[in-house]
C-alpha cells in the first residue's frame, strides 16, 4: 500500500469517528447536587399537590350527602405536605366550616399543646379529617357516612405518604383501621396498615374535642404522645 493510499485511508477513518462521536460540552462550573436535590423534591410536592386537587374534586364530586349540603365548604388538609407525620382528627365543626381553616378553637389550642409537649409544631406536620365536611351539631358521624368517605382517606395517606399516622378519635380509628371497638381499647399502641402495597405505622389516641369533654383522660393522651416521641426518635424523624 502506498503512502498516499494510508494516508487516504486515514482520513476515511477519521471521517467515520467524526460521524459517530457526539459533541460533548464540558463545564468549569461545579455541578451544584443540592440544587438538583432541591429541584427533586419541588417536583414531588408539586405532584402532591396535583393529586389532592384532583382527590379533592373527587369528594366535591359526591352526590346526595347530607353532610355536604349543610357545609359551606370542604376542607381537605392543611400543613407540610412533605412532612413524614399524618395526623387525622375526626371531622370539621363549625368553626372550621365557616373559617375554611382545620383545627380552630379551643380544639386547636389543646392540639398544638399536645403536640408542642413532644417538640412538635402543628405546622410542621399534615392535617386532615375522616371526613371533609361539618356534621349536623357536631355529632359523630354515622357507620354509613365513615365508610363512604373512608376510601377518601386512605388515598389521601397514600399520596402525602407519611412515615407515621396519629388517628385522633373513634371516627379516625374506624375510617382507617375498621375497628369498631371502644378507643379506650385500643389507643397506644402502634399498628400497621397497608395501602397500594405500602406499609404505613399508625397509632390511635384521644381527639382534643374529646379530651375537651373529658378532661381527666389527659393523662392516658399524654402516655400516647410519649410514645410518639420515642417513635420519631426511633425512625430519626426531625420536625
Same mark, same amino acid.
Given at each position: 500500500?502506498?503512502? +498516499?493510499?494510508?494516508?487516504? +485511508?486515514?482520513? =476515511?477513518?477519521?471521517?467515520?469517528?467524526?460521524?459517530?462521536?457526539? #459533541?460533548?460540552?464540558?463545564?468549569?462550573?461545579? !455541578?451544584? $447536587?443540592?440544587?438538583?436535590?432541591?429541584?427533586?423534591?419541588?417536583? @414531588?410536592?408539586?405532584?402532591? $399537590?396535583?393529586?389532592?386537587?384532583?382527590?379533592?374534586?373527587? !369528594?366535591?364530586?359526591?352526590?346526595?350527602?347530607?353532610?355536604?349540603?349543610?357545609?359551606?365548604?370542604?376542607?381537605?388538609?392543611?400543613? %407540610?405536605?412533605?412532612?413524614?407525620?399524618?395526623?387525622?382528627?375526626?371531622?370539621?365543626?363549625?368553626?372550621?366550616?365557616?373559617?375554611?381553616?382545620?383545627?380552630?378553637?379551643?380544639?386547636?389550642?389543646?392540639?398544638?399543646?399536645?403536640?408542642?409537649? !413532644?417538640?412538635?409544631?402543628?405546622?410542621?406536620?399534615?392535617?386532615? =379529617?375522616?371526613?371533609?365536611?361539618?356534621?349536623?351539631?357536631?355529632?359523630?358521624?354515622?357507620?354509613?357516612?365513615?365508610? $363512604?368517605?373512608?376510601?377518601?382517606?386512605?388515598?389521601?395517606?397514600?399520596? @402525602?405518604?407519611?412515615?407515621?399516622?396519629?388517628?385522633?378519635?373513634?371516627?379516625?380509628?374506624?375510617?382507617?383501621?375498621?375497628?369498631?371497638?371502644?378507643?379506650?381499647?385500643?389507643?397506644? &399502641?402502634?399498628?400497621?396498615? !397497608?395501602?397500594? %402495597?405500602?406499609?404505613?405505622?399508625?397509632?390511635?389516641?384521644?381527639?382534643?374535642?374529646?379530651?375537651?369533654?373529658?378532661?381527666?383522660?389527659?393523662? =392516658?393522651?399524654?402516655?400516647?404522645? &410519649?410514645?410518639? $416521641?420515642?417513635?420519631?426518635? #426511633?425512625?430519626?424523624? @426531625?420536625?
Amino acid at each position: 500500500m502506498t503512502k +498516499n493510499n494510508l494516508n487516504q +485511508n486515514g482520513k =476515511y477513518v477519521q471521517e467515520l469517528i467524526d460521524s459517530i462521536e457526539s #459533541d460533548f460540552l464540558f463545564s468549569s462550573e461545579p !455541578i451544584n $447536587r443540592l440544587k438538583i436535590i432541591e429541584n427533586l423534591e419541588d417536583n @414531588i410536592n408539586q405532584k402532591k $399537590r396535583d393529586q389532592l386537587f384532583v382527590l379533592e374534586k373527587k !369528594i366535591n364530586s359526591i352526590e346526595n350527602c347530607n353532610l355536604k349540603k349543610n357545609s359551606k365548604r370542604i376542607l381537605l388538609g392543611s400543613g %407540610n405536605v412533605d412532612s413524614e407525620i399524618m395526623l387525622i382528627g375526626e371531622a370539621p365543626g363549625l368553626e372550621e366550616d365557616n373559617s375554611g381553616r382545620l383545627f380552630q378553637g379551643e380544639v386547636g389550642t389543646l392540639l398544638e399543646k399536645m403536640l408542642s409537649a !413532644i417538640n412538635i409544631k402543628k405546622e410542621k406536620i399534615y392535617l386532615t =379529617y375522616s371526613i371533609n365536611f361539618k356534621t349536623p351539631e357536631d355529632r359523630k358521624p354515622t357507620a354509613q357516612e365513615i365508610k $363512604r368517605y373512608s376510601i377518601f382517606l386512605k388515598e389521601h395517606i397514600s399520596i @402525602i405518604n407519611p412515615k407515621i399516622v396519629i388517628l385522633m378519635g373513634s371516627t379516625a380509628m374506624e375510617s382507617v383501621t375498621g375497628l369498631k371497638s371502644k378507643i379506650s381499647n385500643e389507643r397506644g &399502641k402502634w399498628k400497621e396498615i !397497608i395501602l397500594k %402495597n405500602k406499609t404505613f405505622p399508625l397509632i390511635i389516641t384521644f381527639s382534643p374535642s374529646y379530651l375537651l369533654r373529658f378532661p381527666e383522660n389527659k393523662k =392516658y393522651s399524654w402516655e400516647d404522645l &410519649k410514645k410518639i $416521641r420515642q417513635k420519631l426518635e #426511633d425512625l430519626k424523624i @426531625i420536625i
